[in-house]
């Protein structure tokens, strides 16, 4: 029994995903922990995260946190011509990759205020 259409687009979906995550993790952790930070070193590491990236076909997304992910990992690519300074570079991803992180807490944690309240006409 074949797989069905669907279940193939899904796995390629979820795989897409995995890869930009992955992609996304390795070049922060880079970013933060290498201290002599040159443009050699990060367009080596950007070569070498876009070969797993690129061994993966790229699929449709559509919740908005995965297409913000997309959009930062296509900015981090195209950084990689960049002629500006590597401390800008290292900043402003740094900056958009914290405002994805705080996008994906605010719909996680969120305070039940008056809590009794919300249950007052109940009753």
């Given at each position: 029994?074949?797989?069905s259409a669907k279940v193939i687009n899904n796995s390629n979906r979820l795989r897409y995903i995995r890869a930009l995550e992955r992609f996304h993790k390795g070049m922060i952790s880079f970013l933060m922990n290498t201290e002599e930070l040159t443009h050699?070193?990060?367009d080596?590491?950007?070569d070498n995260s876009l070969k797993l990236l690129n061994r993966t076909e790229e699929a449709?997304?559509?919740k908005g946190?995965?297409?913000d992910l997309q959009t930062l990992v296509k900015k981090m690519i195209a950084?990689?011509?960049s002629e500006e300074d590597?401390?800008?570079i290292k900043e402003e991803i740094l900056y958009a990759s914290n405002q994805l992180d705080k996008s994906k807490n605010a719909r996680r944690y969120k305070k039940d205020k008056h809590t009794n309240s919300k249950y007052e006409d109940w009753e």
């Open positions: 029994m074949a797989a050699k070193s990060f080596k590491k950007i449709d997304l559509y946190e995965l297409k950084y990689k011509e590597i401390d800008n």
